[in-house]
């Protein structure tokens, strides 16, 4: 059975730095596109960050500069690099996958980690 479990979350100040993982397990041929998405009180799930298996990035205007997407292909394990956090990035990120096994490509989402930010 594949699962996402996400990694990292925590309580920060102001101007502090966390570091997020997302490590797929389960029997799986590859990890497709990653995505990291938040989701604050009140608000919809919004979409931080993506990186594709090739490499290539992209970010939320509100995260660029700040946030780094990167992944691990050999650990099946993708990270979002917070620096700079803003007390707005309160929320609970979730990070998901398009994973190949089976012969088709598979949408997995994670548990979600929460990410506080203090003022």
């Known amino acids: 059975q594949v699962q996402l479990v996400e990694s990292g979350g925590g309580l920060v100040q102001a101007g502090g730095s966390l570091r997020l993982s997302c490590a797929v397990s389960?029997?799986?041929?590859?990890?497709?596109?990653m995505r990291w998405y938040r989701q604050a009180p009140g608000n919809q799930r919004e979409l931080v960050a993506t990186?594709?298996?090739?490499?290539?990035?992209n970010y939320a205007d509100s995260v660029k500069g700040r946030f780094t997407i990167s992944r691990d292909n050999a650990k099946n394990t993708g990270y979002l690099q917070m620096n700079s956090l803003k007390p707005e990035d309160t929320a609970v990120y979730y990070c998901?996958?398009?994973?190949?096994?089976?012969?088709?490509?598979?949408?997995?989402w994670g548990q979600g980690t929460q990410v506080t930010v203090s003022s």
């Open positions: 389960g029997s799986i041929f590859s990890i497709n596109v």
């Open positions: 990186i594709t298996s090739g490499g290539s990035t």
């Open positions: 998901k996958a398009v994973v190949r096994y089976d012969g088709s490509d598979w949408s997995h």
